[in-house]
């Protein structure tokens, strides 16, 4: 098997790829130093600065008006996301950390987005669930425990609608995926991959994305 693009991602070329994106607006970019000057041992857990207007673009791409997330963390995300939402669109915000999400609702409020922003702390199983089981979700994104991603998955799937997007991250988990031994999350993420690829109900494709992206569609 070939391999079609050996592009190494030097740091020159990054700040090349961030210079030819949509640059984060100030608020956003804001929310990204307070993240890493708050909580630095924990600042990984924030989406690439990279994934912010992939995010905004598929929203609009999608015509998104309902967005459903699982884990916002200091909500750079949601942020992205919403901002790309109409007036009148909703996104289910799901965490379990007060703490983490303060910053994320001073950064929405200042953005003017926190209208669109259903922030819900609890355990995000329990919310999926608690929501109408119709098809009516246009977009999700999942970023949380790795653990817990085919339950999510298997919460979500039924309330897609038809061309229904939901966007998985940390899909090659730094490059974990590739040990048959993993355990832990590691094993959480070689599972859900699996899973993905063999339902039929979804449209998937793996991307070498950041930490691995993975897109997949209601059919």
Known sequence: MTKGNSTKITDELYQYMLAH????????RGLVATTYEKFPDVAGMQSAEEQGPLLAFLVRLTGARHIVEIGTFTGFSTLSMAQALPADGVLIACDVSQEWTAYGREAWKAAGVADRIDLRIAPALDTLRAMPSEEHVDMAYVDADKENQIAYWEELVPR????????????????????????????????????????????????????????????
């Open 21 to 28: 994106n949509p640059p984060l607006d100030e608020i956003q």
């Open 160 to 219: 897609m609608r038809p061309g229904g997007l939901i966007v998985t991250d940390n899909t090659l988990y730094h490059g974990t995926v590739l040990d048959e031994s993993a355990t832990g999350s590691a094993a959480g993420v070689r599972a859900f991959n699996e899973h993905v690829r063999e339902d039929t109900r979804m449209d998937s494709v793996l991307l070498a994305i950041s930490d691995g992206l993975t897109l997949s569609r209601k059919r």
